[in-house]
């Protein structure tokens, strides 16, 4: 076998022409979608007043394994894929482990983030409808300055909701997505209904997806021509980050590397069920098996802490009931928390495979997250973002475990992009000044105890 190179690039021609939907290979699939007032499972007529039309088929197809991806979509891929998985030699030589460490670095668009793999298709099908644009909302920002991006090259209106504390903490984010074209507004705002009724509830919110996304989800359905857009969480945006981990597949197997674990930061599950997904898919057909791990935030801990249940997707429980493990759509993350990773509900996907035991998952608390990106910088010379952090924080953790054991693992972890825009929160670990917040078991309770009864 060749020398490993430090980074493995894939041929222009070696990029996926398909995407792959995990639930094909699931025997047990992902609950359904059920409508809030019918408690019935939702259909795609009821769907496509939210969402564009193709993207309802995406949602509800939990059969097809493999879905083509079009030509103009595989184009705009083109300027930034396929992305290099990268061997750590420098991280491996500095912590002294036998582990061999590889991760698949999304943060080389101008994004910023593994985000634009899905807004580039959202934003296709929305043109291809012929709708005037599309609303969504956004956390800390990366995927509303990925949506805006790609709305400007498919020439759509872009409307972004944004959670309040990033807004204000994030002023370059907004101008990004500015510059792009889009408009910005800090949520909860007084130009919905929905906006207006949480100010009154909780005067003084810094907001959180949850809110955004209802005042998104409104603003589409009460304007002519426009649908709404979600970065995360859905089946669909998992669907279109499966060329992550169908590029990362390809890159091992071409130098033969078997990955014994895979790592990725868990907000909403893309990333995650993408990077996974073909790996996920090999373990269904009982073909292989893989150490899979979801790392959240301990600050919101859907997977270790919450409840596999129906739950609201948002918060002014606009949008259709999903089946996920959640903290109730009333939970709050502190706004002490940095960055991304902040949904209080997980991926329908990332949930089946969690309850059925195929993946693991784990919480790190935010100091310790902040320390392992100040190494990784110090020494792979990429500032991540926080929210890759996460995985950078398990598989240092990882690597350390196997310097002990002397087994020389495969660890594979998903970079999910770069933390220029958080300098923010690095100034606050600098400065000695980030804390780590832990909700107890009375406040989750809290939100938790207002599930719906299903
Ligand atoms: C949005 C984001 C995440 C988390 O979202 P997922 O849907 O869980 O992938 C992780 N990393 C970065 C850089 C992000 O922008």
Redesign the pocket.
């Known amino acids: 076998m060749s020398e490993i190179p430090y980074k493995i690039y894939l041929e222009e021609g070696e990029m996926p022409k398909q995407w792959y939907n995990v639930r094909g290979d699931m025997k047990k699939k992902p609950a359904p979608l059920l409508n809030p007032g019918t408690g019935q499972p939702v259909t795609a007529a009821e769907l496509s007043h939210v969402f564009c039309d193709e993207l309802v088929s995406q949602e509800l197809d939990d059969t097809s394994r493999f879905i083509d991806i079009p030509e103009e979509i595989r184009s705009f891929y083109r300027m930034y894929r396929p992305s290099p998985l990268v061997r750590a030699y420098c991280l491996e030589e500095k912590l002294k482990t036998p582990a061999h460490i590889y991760y698949k670095f999304e943060g080389n668009n101008t994004s910023g983030?593994?985000?634009l793999n899905s807004a580039i298709a959202q934003a296709y099908y929305a043109k291809k409808q012929g709708l005037k644009g599309v609303t969504t909302e956004t956390g800390?920002g990366?995927?509303g300055t990925a949506l805006s991006m790609a709305c400007s090259y498919f020439d759509l209106d872009c409307q972004v909701y944004m959670v309040k504390v990033s807004y204000e903490q994030k002023p370059f984010r907004r101008e990004v997505m500015r510059t792009y074209g889009a408009t910005v507004t800090p949520s909860p705002s007084m130009e919905t209904s929905i906006g207006r009724k949480i100010n009154e509830e909780f005067p003084g919110t810094t907001g959180s997806l949850g809110c955004a996304i209802s005042e998104a989800v409104e603003a589409a359905t009460s304007q002519e021509g426009y649908r709404y857009v979600l970065g995360?969480v859905l089946s669909q945006v998992l669907l279109h980050q499966s060329v992550i981990g169908l590029e990362t597949k390809a890159a091992l197997d071409k130098y033969g590397i078997k990955a014994d674990m895979i790592i990725g930061?868990?907000?909403?599950?893309?990333?995650?069920g993408g990077l996974i997904a073909p790996f996920a898919g090999e373990m269904l057909r009982g073909e292989n098996k893989y150490e899979i791990i979801a790392v959240e935030p301990a600050s919101c801990p859907s997977l270790t802490r919450g409840v596999y249940a129906y739950d609201f997707c948002d918060t002014g429980k606009v949008c259709p009931l999903a089946k996920m493990y959640t903290l109730g759509s009333g939970f709050i993350p502190s706004a002490n928390h940095a960055g991304?990773?902040r949904y209080h509900g997980m991926s329908s996907i990332v949930s089946e495979l969690y309850d059925q035991g195929l993946i693991k998952a784990t919480s790190v608390e935010q100091t310790n997250v902040f320390e392992a990106a100040e190494m990784f910088a110090r020494v792979e010379g990429i500032l991540p973002?926080p929210?890759?952090s996460h995985a950078i924080r398990v598989a240092l953790d990882e690597a350390l475990k196997c310097k002990e054991t002397g087994e020389a693992k495969n660890i594979v972890f998903g970079l999910?992009?770069t933390g220029y825009f958080d300098m923010v929160a690095y100034q606050r670990y600098n400065d000695h000044e980030m804390n780590d917040f832990i909700p107890t078991d009375e406040q989750l309770q809290k939100s938790i105890a207002k599930l719906p009864k299903i």
């Open positions: 983030s593994h985000k800390a990366q995927w995360s930061c868990a907000g909403g599950g893309s990333n995650l991304g990773l973002a929210e890759s999910t992009g």
